[in-house]
């Protein structure tokens, strides 16, 4: 049984089906070549019995006794060499004259041995062929013909050694079948470098594909051969639709947050001109709506993009970006916030706007909580994309860590913000495979650290 | 000290228009961004209160367009989108605060006065000249401890000369951020204000500079 992995592979299959008809084509070309050869011998071999039968019927005088004699013996030297495998032999045939007698003349290869042939009276000028079992018992072709030399009939019969025959076409046939193995050698080979080369393509194929899924590259990328190409164009098409859609989901998802809180704005104003119970309801609603929408947006937009392949994001310029913002917004602060430098080639494997949402909340938390310092860096650990982000402020204790990560919930409701921020980042990284922990922060206060997919 | 505020929506614009008097600023409004690029390129504002869905040109492009132009009076955005992607985008275009809907009217103010506060260089909320201070958060004015009564036109005229203590400062520089657009403007009023404002403060506090206009001295 083939195993399942070779039974899949596209170069198994066309490597066993070149093998398969290189291999047939060879043993029919060997089973032709050797039988036309055979032919070929064997029709010569015949056409020299005859000859030699003609050179007999021709030499073929009686002497004056009435004897059958030959004029000058057979030219070919191995009639005269005893069971050399060339013989002739005269019979008289019963009939008018004289009675039967066989071998009444034979070569002296024969010596003292005589043909045994079948019971035949060929006409007179017809020339017959038979197999017959030799002097030393090996199977000879033989010719026979009939002549009447004054009215004595007699029965003129040449015969060779079949081997004499067989041994050209073994021998062509030994090298026949060295020549075809040889052949067939070289064109497996050839067959095994034509799949190889042939389906190099598909192994380029595969790393475009997977520098795609890696995030190193938006869209497949590279020249491919004619057959391939559709193939590659098609699926840039399907990854531009892709990023279109979540690009379209994004803005519709902004379109509705600003549809929607632009009225909310407007009540909640209104609301607060006066002070009764119907204001207050408002104004609670007001805020309950404001944070069910943020939530929900945040989660819908990072929703669609975390399927998004191919999407890679340098952290160092949304860090950049980020502290700008924050200079300028906690600027009534005066923090002093550093960045530990990070690699230029740091890159998170998915979208700017989750990250600078993730980082901008911890930075934004930082600085609302930091006595005076805040500090992020970021780098790789274990093949994970690690940024911490540390400030001196007072922390939070550790039983209460786990309950800022859930939704809506707030360590210290003095400081301005939704409370959100955190629930966001933990919903946002898990929607990555990643993670936000909270720890003690290395400066006195609180330590965020998100660990999200890297691009390698 | 005279703001702009600008945003489309009607009611939320006259909401926002009417906190902003009340707290005791002089308020232009624009309803989109044309007039807004038009007007905070001609008039000298204190501040801009930017809502960035705006119909005829977003926001963040005439944000864009002022500070291109060299217009550096503060700026603050409102955004629906409460996202930090549009946060970052703001600020780099050259935003000084943000601040997403829905919002408090206080909070609003409260960015505001900072934003002013810091466009002018002083770090506290409290402005202080010899016996004069200013507390921006309740608009009272105190000489040394008193509180004073002051009509709106006297009050801005007065914090105006507090934000630019030690500066001589033009009657029409003055006409300009005590007014808004519409208002039928007088430069003459403005000497009434002097005035009024010289009997009821300290006397040497506001001098007159000659082909100038005025300056807050300090005693000190």
């Known amino acids: ?456 | 000290m005279r703001i702009l505020v600008v945003e489309d929506e009607p009611t939320l614009c006259e909401q926002l228009a009417a906190g902003v008097r009340e707290a005791g600023y002089a308020v232009d409004v624009a309803r989109n961004g044309l007039d807004a690029h038009f007007m905070g390129d001609a008039e000298p504002f204190d501040a801009v209160v930017l809502d960035l869905g705006l119909p005829q040109m977003d926001g963040l492009t005439v944000l864009k367009k002022w500070r291109a132009a060299g217009r550096v009076m503060p700026v603050l955005i409102l955004t629906a989108r409460d996202n930090w992607h549009e946060k970052v985008a703001g600020i780099d275009a050259g935003a000084d605060d943000y601040l997403t809907k829905p919002f408090h009217m206080e909070e609003l103010l409260a960015r505001l006065r900072a934003l002013i506060r810091r466009a002018g260089g002083h770090a506290s909320a409290e402005l202080v000249c010899g016996p004069l201070t200013l507390d921006t958060r309740s608009n009272r004015v105190t000489v040394a401890g008193r509180a004073l009564a002051l009509t709106s036109h006297e009050y801005r005229v007065l914090a105006y000369l507090m934000h630019h203590p030690g500066e001589a400062v033009s009657r029409s520089d003055l006409v300009e951020h005590i007014y808004a657009q519409d208002f039928d403007r007088d430069s003459n009023t403005v000497e009434v204000f002097i005035g009024r404002l010289r009997k009821k403060l300290p006397p040497g506090l506001i001098e007159t500079v000659r082909g100038m206009g005025y300056r807050l001295v300090s005693p000190q």
């Open chain 1, 1 to 456: 049984m083939i195993p399942a992995t070779l039974r899949g592979s596209l170069r198994f299959r066309l490597l066993l089906g070149t093998l398969f008809w290189i291999a047939a084509s060879l043993v029919v070309a060997a089973w032709g070549l050797g039988n036309l050869f055979r032919q070929h011998v064997e029709s010569q071999f015949h056409a020299q019995l005859k000859t030699h039968l003609d050179q007999l019927t021709a030499q073929l005088a009686l002497d004056d006794a009435g004897r059958p004699t030959l004029a000058t013996s057979l030219s070919d030297p191995r009639f005269n060499r005893p069971l050399g495998g060339l013989y002739w032999q005269i019979d008289r045939l019963a009939g008018t004259g004289a009675p039967a007698a066989p071998a009444v003349m034979r070569s002296r290869s024969l010596w003292d041995q005589v043909l045994r042939v079948p019971a035949d009276t060929p006409a007179t000028g017809d020339v017959h062929q038979h197999r017959i079992v030799g002097p030393d018992g090996a199977m000879l072709g033989m010719v026979e013909r009939s002549v009447t030399i004054n009215a004595q009939r007699l029965r003129l019969i040449v015969g060779a050694d079949e081997n004499l025959m067989r041994e050209p076409v073994t021998r062509f046939n030994e090298e026949l079948w060295l020549a075809l193995g040889l052949l067939g050698l070289g064109l497996a080979l050839a067959a095994l470098v034509q799949v190889f080369v042939g389906l190099a393509p598909l192994r380029k194929l595969r790393d475009a594909l997977g520098r795609v899924r890696s995030g190193e590259t938006q869209r497949m990328e590279g020249d491919f051969p004619v057959e391939i190409m559709p193939l590659v164009g098609e699926f840039n098409t399907v990854l531009a639709q892709n990023a279109d859609v979540v690009e379209r989901a994004r803005t519709q998802a902004g379109n509705l947050a600003h549809a929607l809180k632009t009225p909310l704005s407007v009540l909640a104003n209104a609301a607060a001109g006066t002070d009764d119970a119907l204001a207050r309801l408002v104004a609670s609603q007001v805020e309950s709506a404001r944070k069910q929408v943020d939530y929900h947006l945040s989660r819908a937009q990072a929703a669609a993009t975390a399927r998004l392949p191919g999407v890679r994001t340098g952290v160092g310029p949304v860090v950049d970006g980020l502290l700008r913002a924050m200079r300028r917004i906690h600027a009534e602060r005066n923090l002093d916030l550093r960045v530990r430098p990070i690699p230029a080639n740091l890159a998170f494997r998915g979208e700017e706007q989750d990250l600078q949402e993730m980082l901008g909340n911890l930075l934004d938390n930082a600085c609302k909580w930091a006595a005076g310092r805040v500090e992020i860096g970021a780098g790789i650990e274990d093949d994970r994309l690690v940024i911490r982000v540390d400030d001196d402020g007072k922390g939070i204790v550790a039983a209460q860590r786990q309950a800022t990560l859930r939704r809506g919930v707030r360590a210290d409701e003095q400081v301005p913000g939704s409370g959100l921020g955190l629930a966001i980042v933990d919903d946002l990284a898990r929607m990555y495979g990643g993670a936000i922990v909270l720890a003690d922060s290395p400066l006195g206060g609180l330590q965020a650290i998100l660990t999200l997919p890297a691009v390698p």
